[in-house]
DNA sequence: TTTTGAATTTAGACTCAATCTTAAAATAGA
DNA sequence: TCTATTTTAAGATTGAGTCTAAATTCAAAA
């Protein structure tokens, strides 16, 4: 599944004219290392853990930046932003009861067949978002 | 397709305990009427036409309300939370350049298969999001 | 129809996420 | 190393959404 490089926004923001700060650096590797879906505010605290002054403008920069660069993905669930740093086509299953949002392998789900849109619109992609009650909240009954 | 329905509404505001108020009338007859998808300011602003004095937080209830009743879905897209009057089981279509939401009825789209989730979650419903340029767009080119 | 108590409304204060501003600091290239 | 340009930090600002308290309205019962 492939992630958010490292390597792939460095060639990047060079390309695009921009520049490389140790900043810029650490919120992409939280990111990459990143498992779950992390809201602004938890990509904030963990960079200051490494760059303890670190802004909250400079974290919303960076990932505007990289949500426009289409390298990481906003996803709203419950009234919270978070960003998934999977880059891959996936979906996403949400759990009604703790809010918690998975990947699914876009395999798991059979690719769509579009009939005829109203409006005949260009279609570019699509993504799946399933929800219902997660494993671990099932046994918690 | 079933569109939220005045009458299902008084009946269940009474069956919950509720009040009917002029107010609450007015923001469904809006809603129930709309054929796009209004954010809140949208129905504040639209509802003030007929009682120029609700307030915000009415507004707000009314529609969160609705929402933890199921009579109405939030839909979010581009960082701007709207509401969809539309009960019935469909997905959406966003256009990525003007920003619109259109309503894909779940026919056009042929019902998914789910071999087997991680986790094995307890799947309840599933709803697809289609990206792309919308009609009007590609001839305005 | 009137009374009565609970639910609702309003207006504005408040909260919190996200953006904007500006001076200071850091970066990449020459 | 030097310099022009970008980026950063800190705090001010915005704006959507929530909360509060006092006044009002609803509907069920008398």
Redo the contacts between chains.
Sequence with gaps: MARLQAQTVETMVTSYGLKMTPQRRAIVEFLQASRSHPTADEVLTAVNQKFPMTSRATVYNTLNWLKGSGLVREV?EAGIVRYDPNVTDHHH?V??RCGKV?D?DSE???A?????????????????????????C?QQK
Tied chains: 1, 2.
């Design positions: 709203f299953f759990c009604r998975e699914i798991a789900i059979g769509l067949q579009f009939d005829s849109l109203p409006g005949n619109p260009k279609i570019e992609n699509y993504q799946v978002t399933v929800r219902g009650i997660c494993g671990d099932q």
